[in-house]
């Protein structure tokens, strides 16, 4: 078996008893980027020589048997989690040079882990995107058919997955961004309820949304990446200090028992019947493991698209003021004065996406819109959430679709935004809710494309949604398939 | 898409005044395709006006937390050419930019 195959867990255990070294998994990976890469286009930069020094060093820790569940284990991260020394872009002409200063605290906390930082991955240009097409460095391949997309916004992290050229990764998860791409490309992706994990030194996006989660090959491999990056961080003031549980030690409880919600507004007519069949078949897989299945509703789900493109647009107008050609980034000067500068700058740098959520949040800001837009979709944002409360006061978790369709060809979708956004509808209500949940692999349809199952948890429920895709992904075989790419 | 006569969410003009708020310099390309393409949205937002929000408290933040305080403390600041290594230009130990007063 290559390197490359492994689990973090197989390849933690080989680590261990030093059947391999870190600088060797290291090396294996970085070959296959080097030979895989370009058909995929996942990484926009590779840190092969910051990789293999951290590798050197896990090696000493491995061999003086100080090691931690990540020591020596290949991790690629999005470009959106500035990194200290290494160029982090955001997939946007507007970064394109940056260099941060400092490292954030999810990125702290993987190296402080011993893990190898093997590079940064590509993502749709300031999160935002279905697709990964927005990206400023070329669109993203889907591992499992190079004619269609992988999924966005962290695209690269689940790509990077699929075609085994990272062990895990970080990406963000907004509107969808992690579950979406991660269904699209076979891989399990967590987004952590709002506050579990900091986001200080993620390049902001919508900050009431905005959510680190881990993408890897199986649901135990979750659990230890979310582990690593869980928990308080006195540099982000929404990160939540509430106990980080053991979610290793609570994957392999079972379902028994535990009640499993449908809700009926999932499952409408614009729903692909492969992915209404997948649903179908894990219903029945739950069952049979001693799972109670029921019928619930959240009323309020066709509204969640239109509150979102609200709130989140809103959000990222005043985010991304600060892209203004002082600090960093791209500066255009046509000697016209501060004002001018700022324009051309900003209109140099933004790609079309960035540009109109700018200027629909701008809008939505406005003196005499604030009422009609902003405040209404706050209002709005109230009712989805209450949903998921009377939803979660009758069952333990929630299982529905993360995405309409399996992946669509690329270009398909680029011409008309709205489309574009509607291919979320079933990841964004958790955002607006704030709570957590996860993609696990849930088959394929006829053309060997995969589909996600989508399981919804309770807010800091996240060892519920683990032990549940933990039971379901060993009573299935899916996760253990391998995208056709060498 | 309907062929009939409705009436614009969004016009051209106020188009072009949002990209003064949001300090974007827009070619002619780019103003008559967003025109369209925010119409397009702000009509499929109006859905929301369907919903009777009267006495609903809007949500900001969807976790129920307190004000988080902190230490009062002090920590070493960002190095001054740490701070400037990004700067398009940089004079002084400052950032530079163009004229502002005439």
């Not at chain 1, 290793?248 to 019947?273: H, M, S």
């Not at chain 1, 049979?288 to 698209?305: K, Q, W």
């Not at chain 1, 239109?306 to 600060?322: F, G, V, W």
């Amino acid at each position: 078996m290559n390197l490359t195959d492994l689990t973090i867990h197989q390849l933690q255990a080989q680590l261990r008893r030093r059947d391999v070294s870190a600088v060797e998994a290291t090396r294996a990976y970085l070959e296959r980027i080097a030979a895989t890469d370009p058909q995929v286009n996942a990484f926009i930069s590779v840190t092969d020589k910051v990789a293999l020094a951290a590798a050197e060093e896990a090696d000493r820790q491995l061999a003086a048997g100080e090691a931690g569940p990540l020591t020596g284990i290949p991790l690629a991260l999005k470009d959106i989690f500035v990194t200290e020394g290494v160029r982090t872009t955001c997939a946007s002409r507007i970064l394109e040079n940056f260099i941060p200063p400092y490292d954030g605290t999810a990125v702290r906390r993987l190296k402080k882990g011993g893990a190898v930082l093997l590079g940064k991955l590509n993502m749709d240009e300031f999160a935002m995107g279905s697709s990964n097409e927005n990206s400023a460095f070329g669109a993203v391949k889907n591992p499992w058919d190079r004619q269609r997309v992988p999924g966005g916004s962290s695209g690269g992290s689940a790509a990077a997955i699929a075609a085994r050229l990272a062990a895990g990764t970080l990406g963000t998860d907004t509107g969808g961004s992690i579950r979406q791409p991660a269904s699209h490309c076979g891989v399990v992706g967590l987004k952590p309820t709002y506050g579990r994990v900091s986001r200080y030194g993620v390049i902001a996006y919508a900050s009431s949304l905005d959510q680190v989660g881990p993408l890897a090959r199986d649901v135990e491999d979750c659990a230890v990446l979310l582990q690593a990056v869980a928990g308080h961080d006195p540099l982000d003031s929404t990160s939540v200090d509430t106990p980080v549980p053991d979610y290793d030690g609570a994957l392999r409880q079972g379902v028994k028992g535990l009640r499993i919600g449908l809700p009926q507004e999932y499952f409408i007519d614009g729903l692909d019947p492969e992915v209404r069949d997948a649903l179908e078949a894990a219903v029945a897989v739950y069952r049979e493991l001693g799972a109670e299945i029921v019928e619930v509703s959240l009323p309020h789900t066709a509204y969640a698209v239109a509150c979102y493109y609200l709130i989140a647009t809103a959000e990222a107008s005043s985010n991304l003021a600060r892209y203004d050609g002082v600090r960093y980034g791209l500066r255009i000067d046509r000697g016209e004065g501060l004002i001018d500068m700022y324009r051309q700058s900003r209109a140099a740098g933004f790609g079309a996406e960035v540009k109109r959520r700018i200027m629909l949040g701008t809008y939505a800001l406005s003196s005499g819109y604030y009422d009609a837009y902003y405040l209404k979709a706050q209002k709005v944002r109230t009712l989805i959430r209450q949903d998921f409360l009377d939803a979660f006061a009758q069952v333990d978790v929630l299982l529905t679709p993360v995405a309409p369709t399996p992946a669509f060809r690329l270009g398909e979708k680029t011409t008309d935004p709205l489309q574009m956004y509607l291919s979320d509808i079933f990841t964004i209500p958790v955002n607006l809710a704030g709570t957590c949940a996860l993609s696990v692999p849930g088959g394929f349809s006829a053309a060997g494309l995969p589909i996600g199952l989508q399981l919804i948890g309770r807010p800091f429920g996240e060892e519920t949604i683990l032990q549940a895709a933990h039971a379901y992904e060993q009573a299935t075989e899916w996760h253990r398939r391998k995208a056709p790419i060498e | 898409m309907t062929l009939e006569k409705q009436e614009m969410k969004i016009t051209r003009h106020e188009v072009e005044h949002v990209a003064r708020l949001a300090r974007l310099a827009l070619g002619e390309d780019e103003l008559k395709a967003l025109t369209g393409q925010l119409d397009a949205i702000l009509g499929y937002v109006e859905q929301l006006k369907n919903l009777d929000t009267d006495g609903i408290e809007p949500t900001a933040h969807a976790v129920p937390m307190e004000n988080a305080f902190r230490e009062d403390g002090t920590r070493p600041p960002l190095p001054v050419e740490l701070a400037l290594q990004n700067a398009p230009v940089a004079t002084d130990g400052c950032f530079r930019v163009p004229k502002v007063i005439e």
